[in-house]
């Protein structure tokens, strides 16, 4: 029998919360309950955001909390290479293409379209979907404009990517924590629009380099906090298009905060450092995130 593989893969673009906490001590007690393999992976694609010094703060809470994972620890900023030639091959089967309208640009377009009463559409976490434009684009048009080094990200044609995987995709969610039972759900990409799935100057997005890892590492378990849960929907749209194996899903409940809102990594309180100068041990950590 195969191992079950699971993994808790941070940003280190700011500092680990309970919220965190509670990821990664489940992954953990999930891998140990199935006798299975717990991976860390530090997903620094954002090399401005993403510094060493944060890096060294996950790994100093991880170990502290207890949690043990195997080496070596895979971080994304070192494996560009590989992103791109997945890029390369999105861009070689033109499902993806140069967008150049920047923030202003997008917000101009908008502004105009709701002017004129067209309520603008927007993804699942509030913002536009990208314009039309750019998609329409003739191969001249976008050669000049790359050539004069207009800034532009690569998107996914999503419309395009959907018709050709065929249309119904669905994913495997866990019901619960003991992932005992298990109901499809319907995958809808469409809904966050053409995706950023790579930058001029990085390669790779989150969504492009969390489908190749998880693919890469033989994740078949991605245990997760519930607000990535639509954001699935993009990954197995291109777990599809890049043939990758499809993991199961179980997307957690969010701990919040005394407001009863998100944790944010800048709320000094909640933060495992903070608490842990404050005075708390890890087993406080597993009190108040109830494992
Ligand atoms: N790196 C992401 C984050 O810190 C999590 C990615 C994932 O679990 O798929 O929010």
């Given at each position: 029998?195969t ?95 140069p ?36 998609k ?34 669905a ?79 179980f ?41």
């Amino acid at each position: 029998m195969t191992l079950l593989t699971f993994r808790f893969a941070p940003s280190p673009n700011g500092e680990l919360h309970l919220g965190h906490a509670y990821s990664a001590l489940l992954n953990q007690g999930l891998a140990r309950a199935s006798g299975g393999r717990l991976l860390l992976r530090i997903e620094d694609i954002d090399t401005t955001r993403c510094t060493p010094q944060l890096e060294a703060g996950v790994f100093a809470d991880l170990k502290w909390l207890g949690l043990g994972w195997e080496e070596p620890v895979r971080r994304q900023s070192e494996h560009f290479a590989e992103y791109e030639a997945v890029l390369d091959g999105l861009i070689r089967e033109e499902l993806v293409y140069p967008a150049f309208m920047s923030r202003g640009d997008i917000r101009a377009f908008i502004t105009d379209s709701e002017k004129r009463g067209r309520d603008w559409p927007r993804d699942p976490d509030g913002v536009p979907l990208y314009p039309p434009a750019d998609k329409a684009l003739p191969v001249k048009e976008r050669k000049r404009r790359i050539a004069e080094n207009t800034p532009f990200a690569w998107r996914l044609d999503v419309d395009a990517a959907v018709a050709l995987v065929g249309g119904d995709l669905a994913w495997t969610e866990f019901a619960d924590e003991t992932l005992s039972a298990t109901r499809p759900v319907e995958a809808r990409p469409q809904d966050w629009g053409d995706v950023i799935v790579a930058r001029r100057d990085i390669p790779t997005s989150y969504h492009l380099a969390v489908v190749t890892d998880d693919a890469l590492q033989g994740v078949s378990h991605v245990v997760r906090g519930q607000d990535l849960f639509s954001a699935t929907g993009v990954q197995r749209l291109l777990q599809e298009l890049l043939e990758l194996p499809q993991p199961a899903y179980f997307h957690h409940q969010l701990i919040l905060g005394p407001d009863g809102r998100k944790l944010s990594k800048s709320l000094g309180d909640t933060g495992l450092a903070a608490l842990r100068e404050a005075g708390a041990s890890p087993d406080d950590i597993r009190l108040m995130i109830g494992l």
